[in-house]
T-cell receptor, first 112, second 114 residues
């Protein structure tokens, strides 16, 4: 099956700085890569996603890059704000298995 | 907006009890999933279903079963609850494999087994 690794597990940045979270996957059959943000006590919510035929996608302060050859994808948050503090999960959708595989999460703290 | 509703936010059960966790989605999604979330372990898939009456084991199905009698409802059953099943349980749904669509999560059920 698929194996998704996520790093770092914790990340602290100063407000206004950038944050980068990296994930790798093992199976080239994975073709869709969503990122979720989970605030304390709340459900995970989709913040951005990318499909395997695209190398980069941006939505305001959030961007995701995908390198299919190296099998890794990254989340970039620019101009971080305290409300960006949360746990972020990457995921890979395995088309053959019809299921999502998640990374273990990154706890991001933005220090005011 | 997709709505995934889990019947209970908090549950406290005793060891050996049979426990039912219910999940309903309102967007006619084909796929439904049950995950458990534990600190440091992320989200682990218990079972999923891609159609009515169909089910597939995920990574940690032991001690659990599921039921999907109607497209909108997916139930997780703990046949005989044990303390190591104390966890946060998240239900999710998605359109289906052909659509490469994201998961939509419910609010979660925090289950404590004493």
């Amino acid at each position: 099956g698929e194996n998704v690794e996520q790093h770092p597990s914790t990340l602290s940045v100063q407000e206004g700085d950038s944050a980068v979270i990296k994930c790798t996957y093992s199976d080239s059959a994975s073709n869709y890569f969503p990122w979720y943000k989970q605030e304390l006590g709340k459900r995970p919510q989709l913040i951005i996603d990318i499909r395997s035929n695209v190398g980069e996608k941006k939505d305001q302060r959030i961007a995701v890059t995908l390198n299919k050859t190296a099998k890794h994808f990254s989340l970039h948050i620019t101009e971080t704000q305290p409300e960006d503090s949360a746990v972020y999960f990457c995921a890979a959708f395995h088309n053959t298995g019809n299921q999502f595989y998640f990374g273990t999460g990154t706890s991001l703290t933005v220090i005011p | 907006d997709v709505k995934v509703t889990q019947s209970s936010r908090y549950l406290v059960k005793r060891t050996g009890e049979k426990v039912f966790l219910e999940c309903v989605q309102d967007m006619d999604h084909e796929n439904m999933f049950w995950y458990r979330q534990d600190p440091g372990l992320g989200l682990r898939l218990i079972y999923f279903s891609y159609d009515v009456k169909m089910k597939e084991k995920g990574d940690i199905p032991e001690g659990y079963s599921v039921s999907r009698e109607k497209k909108e409802r997916f139930s997780l059953i703990l046949e005989s609850a044990s303390t190591n099943q104390t966890s946060m349980y998240l239900c999710a749904s998605s359109l289906g494999a052909a659509y490469n669509s994201p998961l939509h999560f419910g609010n979660g059920t925090r289950l404590t087994v004493t």
